[in-house]
């Protein structure tokens, strides 16, 4: 069983064994240096680990990037009430692959990641939180989670270091918005899965209250090698606001879409022509939303230059995100897609905010109706005044995340939302 695509450009860290199936089990784990990085954290302590981890410049790969070691330090000092990590497994932004793939050939990585993670922040107990439909991936993340229980690197004196952690898996009911991390927290309480309005930050009062870390599953997937390898090691790739390498999932119209592991600074025009072969059919580039479907959408001569790491896609007009590439070429119709990613959006909003709520719902109504022929040019700039109230003025990102394709979408692709006003209008005057 191989990995479908690879390409000679890749830098493979955290992606090393996928498509082996003996990277699955503890020996094959240990085989590739797998729990050397726990036994060194045990070795450093707490405040060592959070030195290389800061030291490393790792930053956190579930969307926002905000620096992993930064975000470990914000943990108070060890009191009353028990601390906890949680791993944020639930991926479900439209176009993202990634997670499940690491857990999937690597589940001890990132077990080993969680042990460390929690080890830094003082936790003895961390739940790596599934998304419901990762059937496969959950089975495969047990059975490993079982024999590292059996070879002592979870539970009750870790190795002999007198340090307890145990590690829970819990499978959620497959809603975007528990993704979230405050989301999260609360569905992982019993509760429903609804975004707290912060502050609090969880540092201070997440889960039930206590102090909590949240982590990506491949922000915790690097971290045993920050420890094997030292975190001025991990410098090497990427570029110095972001260090590293990173899994970029690549979907839509390439020859060969597929999860890449490559430094940050990639060039986006080489990521599509050259390791994912170009696009398909020879047929023309068109556009690329560079971080999951939360971001703004770029055109051509917005992707010429773009370097894929977080300053350079935002110079570019975008965001990285979480690095899920999804490439359009010239048969896309624009409005669809944007109308189509709206939709989800829409669908996944959890309700309580209202420029959210009422928000998503607007904008899916008249993107269908511009689709439909029965649009004006009004209509665009209610589009855009929708956009705006939506955008820094609810609970959690979601609400900005539905307006950011529509404005960026109307600014670069205008003339596609004029041609289908204009059909309409000749349609309507015949
Ligand atoms: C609507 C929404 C959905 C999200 N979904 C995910 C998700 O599926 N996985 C994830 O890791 N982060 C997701 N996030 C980001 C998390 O809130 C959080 O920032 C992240 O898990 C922190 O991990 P990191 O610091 O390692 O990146 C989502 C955020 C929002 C607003
Ligand atoms: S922005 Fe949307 S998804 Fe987020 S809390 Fe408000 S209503 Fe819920």
Redesign the pocket.
């Known amino acids: 069983m191989g990995y479908p695509y690879s390409h000679e450009k890749e830098v493979r860290l955290i992606s090393r064994g996928f498509g082996d199936p003996a990277a699955r089990t503890l020996d094959g784990w240990k085989a590739m240096g797998g729990y050397e990085g726990l036994e060194k954290a045990l070795e450093v302590g707490p405040s060592g680990v959070i030195d290389e981890v800061k030291a490393s410049g790792l930053r956190?790969?579930?969307?926002?990037?905000?620096p992993?070691g930064v975000?470990w330090s914000f943990m108070p000092e060890k009191g009353e009430r028990p601390h906890y990590l949680l791993c944020?497994a639930?991926?479900?932004?439209p176009g993202t692959f990634k997670?499940r793939e690491l857990i999937r050939w690597l589940p001890h990585q990132l077990i080993e990641g969680c042990l460390i993670g929690s080890y830094a922040i003082g936790a003895e107990h961390c739940y790596i939180y599934l998304r419901g439909e990762f059937f496969e991936t959950t089975q495969v993340l047990a059975r490993a989670l079982e024999e590292a229980y059996a070879a002592g690197y979870v539970g009750e004196n870790i190795l002999g270091s007198g340090v307890t952690i145990d590690i829970t898996l819990h499978v959620g009911a497959g809603a975007?918005?528990c993704?979230?991390?405050t989301g999260l927290m609360n569905s992982l309480e019993g509760r429903r899965g609804l975004p707290r309005v912060k502050p609090p930050f969880p540092a201070a009062a997440g889960f039930f209250k206590s102090p909590t870390t949240?982590?990506?599953?491949e922000?915790l997937s690097v971290v045993p090698h920050l420890l094997t390898n030292g975190g001025e090691w991990y410098r090497q790739w990427g570029t110095e606001k972001s260090p590293g390498t990173k899994l970029f999932c690549v979907s839509g119209h390439v020859r060969k879409p597929g999860n890449y592991e490559l430094p940050l600074g990639f060039p986006m025009m080489e990521l599509i022509e050259d390791v994912c072969g170009g696009i398909r059919d020879g047929n023309e580039l068109k556009a690329v939303i560079p971080g999951g479907a939360s971001v703004p959408i770029m055109n051509v001569s917005d992707c010429l230059e773009c370097s894929l790491d977080y300053e350079g896609v935002a110079k570019a007009g975008s965001m990285l995100g979480?690095a899920s590439v999804i490439v359009m070429d010239e048969t896309t119709d624009i409005v669809k897609q944007v109308r189509r990613l709206v939709q989800f959006f829409s669908h996944e909003s959890c309700g309580q905010c209202t420029p959210c709520r009422e928000g998503t719902t607007w904008l899916t109504r008249i993107l269908s109706r511009i689709e439909d022929g029965r649009g004006t040019e009004q209509d665009l700039d209610t589009l855009l005044d929708l956009g705006e109230q939506m955008t820094g003025t609810t609970i959690?990102?979601?609400s900005d995340?539905a307006a950011a394709p529509v404005a960026s979408s109307i600014q670069k692709f205008r003339d596609e939302y004029l041609a289908l006003i204009r059909r309409g209008e000749r349609v309507g005057a015949a």
């Open positions: 956190g790969r579930g969307g926002a990037g905000f992993a975000k944020n639930d991926e479900s932004e997670d975007y918005i993704g979230e991390e949240i982590n990506n599953v922000t979480c959690c990102v979601l995340s």
